[in-house]
Nanobody, 115 residues
Framework: QVVLVESGGGLVQPGGSMRLSCAAS????????MGWYRQAPGKQRELVAR???????NYVDSVKGRFTISRDNANNTVYLQMNSLKPEDTAVYYCNAALSVYNYWGQGTQVTVSS
């Protein structure tokens, strides 16, 4: 069992930056594929960024060059640094941990980009 707790959401102006954190329980955090997903009102949840145990990352095209995912295996934490934020980035952001058939979600944190 893995428990994920996100933090760092809130209100930011367009063009601003924000960093999300996701703290995970469990002793095998380093083996999980960690991801950030988001869900805007009326839309399906989408993968934003993912980082494998090897450190290889993937991003959805809309955030490439603006968002950076990273992980700190010593502290069981994954981060999402978001720069040059746009109103269309507004959504609830969820942390995800995946390994084989196991799939865990955090409770989500609201990110609102608005002036």
């Amino acid at each position: 069992q893995v428990v994920l707790v996100e933090s760092g959401g809130g209100l930011v102006q367009p063009g601003g930056s924000m960093r999300l954190s996701c703290a995970a329980s469990g002793s095998i955090f380093s083996t999980y594929v960690m991801g950030w997903y988001r869900q805007a009102p009326g839309k399906q949840r989408e993968l934003v960024a993912r980082i494998r145990s090897t450190g290889i990352t993937n991003y959805v095209d809309s955030v490439k060059g603006r968002f950076t995912i990273s992980r700190d295996n010593a502290n069981n934490t994954v981060y999402l640094q978001m720069n040059s934020l746009k109103p269309e980035d507004t959504a609830v952001y969820y942390c995800n941990a995946a390994l084989s058939v196991y799939n865990y979600w955090g409770q989500g944190t609201q990110v609102t980009v608005s002036s």
